[in-house]
């Protein structure tokens, strides 16, 4: 706006006589330089990649209130947030704090991004495999209570006796598995996964928790204060969905985050060698 303002109050203070051939090409370039800026502005505001998300946070469970997010911000930057229940028992309402920032280089960037992500999804099938476990030994049990004496009647002793075997065979099998279930790995896995967009800079953002591959949450994510280092986290919408929506929607987010970053890295070695090449022209011309 300032040259702009500029350019007219030039063009107002030489319009009473005939301008020349230096200034036509003067005008000329603050024109074009005008369209550029202007044109690059909306460039940049038209953008789709501004709606890629801020970051990508799996959330790994040390109490039932208290959880301890690993945030991939970009591909050079890592940070540790530490998560508070405010309410255990309304678990919807958390505070989030910025503990350690790191960074590191792309590749151990994606390494950290595609580990916690691997981690997260085998977490879930497995639980989802282990919930179609109990209901086949609880539908066993009711099977068994079922057989009775009116029925056992019409089966040869040896049959009864196989067919019990087997199912007390079953039962045992799966609560040997609940013994050492304590050992699982599995409980090591992220509890849930959040992907935020933005909405006002970094400030404020709305975003999808995943918590299991059938139900997820829309949530807002609020800084309480100007560095961004503290914020909270309140849910307001929950859907149990089916598990082709839940990863659409997952590896939706997870790929525009990605070519977002991947477009930034393109711009920063198109700047750098443009600025290399800018330089040398100006080297060779103070040298001539």
């Given at each position: 706006?300032?040259?702009?303002?500029?350019?007219?109050?030039?063009?107002?203070?030489?319009?009473?006589?005939p301008?020349?051939?230096?200034?036509?090409?003067?005008?000329?370039?603050?024109?074009?330089?005008?369209?550029?800026?202007?044109?690059?502005?909306?460039?940049?505001?038209?953008?789709?990649?501004?709606?890629?998300?801020?970051?990508?946070?799996?959330?790994?469970?040390?109490i039932?209130?208290?959880?301890?997010?690993?945030?991939?911000?970009?591909?050079?930057?890592?940070d540790?947030?530490?998560?508070?229940?405010?309410?255990?028992?309304?678990?919807?309402?958390f505070?989030?704090?910025?503990?350690?920032?790191?960074?590191?280089?792309?590749p151990?960037?994606?390494?950290?991004l595609?580990?916690c992500?691997?981690?997260?999804?085998?977490?879930?099938?497995?639980?989802?495999?282990?919930?179609?476990?109990?209901?086949?030994?609880?539908?066993?049990?009711?099977?068994?209570?079922?057989?009775?004496?009116?029925?056992l009647?019409?089966?040869?002793?040896?049959?009864?006796?196989?067919?019990?075997?087997?199912?007390?065979?079953t039962?045992?099998?799966?609560?040997?598995r609940?013994?050492?279930e304590?050992?699982?790995?599995?409980k090591?896995?992220?509890?849930?996964?959040?992907?935020?967009?933005?909405?006002?800079?970094?400030?404020t953002?709305?975003g999808?928790?995943?918590?299991?591959?059938?139900?997820?949450?829309?949530?807002?994510?609020?800084?309480?204060?100007?560095?961004?280092?503290?914020?909270?986290?309140?849910?307001?919408i929950?859907?149990?969905?089916?598990?082709?929506?839940?990863?659409?929607?997952?590896?939706?987010?997870?790929?525009?985050?990605?070519?977002?970053?991947?477009?930034?890295?393109?711009?920063?070695?198109?700047?750098?060698?443009?600025?290399?090449?800018k330089?040398?022209?100006?080297?060779?011309?103070?040298?001539?």
């Open positions: 706006m300032f040259m702009q303002q500029y350019l007219e109050q030039y063009l107002n203070s030489i319009s009473w006589r301008q020349s051939i230096a200034e036509r090409q003067y005008i000329e370039k603050i024109k074009h330089a005008l369209a550029e800026q202007q044109r690059k502005f909306y460039v940049r505001i038209l953008n789709p990649l501004n709606l890629s998300p801020l970051s990508v946070t799996f959330w790994f469970p040390v039932p209130s208290l959880a301890i997010g690993v945030s991939v911000t970009n591909l050079g930057e890592v540790i947030y530490i998560r508070q229940a405010m309410d255990p028992t309304f678990a919807n309402i505070s989030a704090f910025i503990i350690l920032e790191f960074h590191v280089p792309s151990l960037a994606l390494l950290i595609a580990s992500l691997g981690l997260y999804l085998t977490g879930k099938i497995n639980k989802l495999l282990e919930t179609l476990k109990k209901e086949l030994l609880t539908e066993q049990e009711e099977r068994l209570q079922a057989l009775g004496e009116e029925e009647d019409f089966l040869s002793t040896q049959a009864c006796l196989d067919l019990e075997g087997k199912i007390l065979e039962i045992a099998e799966e609560k040997h609940s013994i050492i304590a050992l699982n790995p599995f090591l896995a992220p509890i849930s996964m959040s992907i935020f967009f933005p909405v006002f800079k970094d400030h953002a709305i999808v928790v995943f918590h299991d591959l059938d139900y997820l949450a829309i949530a807002v994510l609020q800084a309480l204060e100007p560095n961004d280092k503290m914020y909270s986290i309140f849910r307001f929950h859907a149990q969905v089916p598990f082709s929506l839940t990863l659409l929607v997952m590896f939706l987010a997870i790929h525009l985050f990605l070519s977002d970053e991947i477009n930034k890295i393109e711009q920063g070695a198109r700047e750098e060698v443009i600025n290399e090449v330089g040398s022209s100006q080297q060779m011309k103070k040298n001539y």
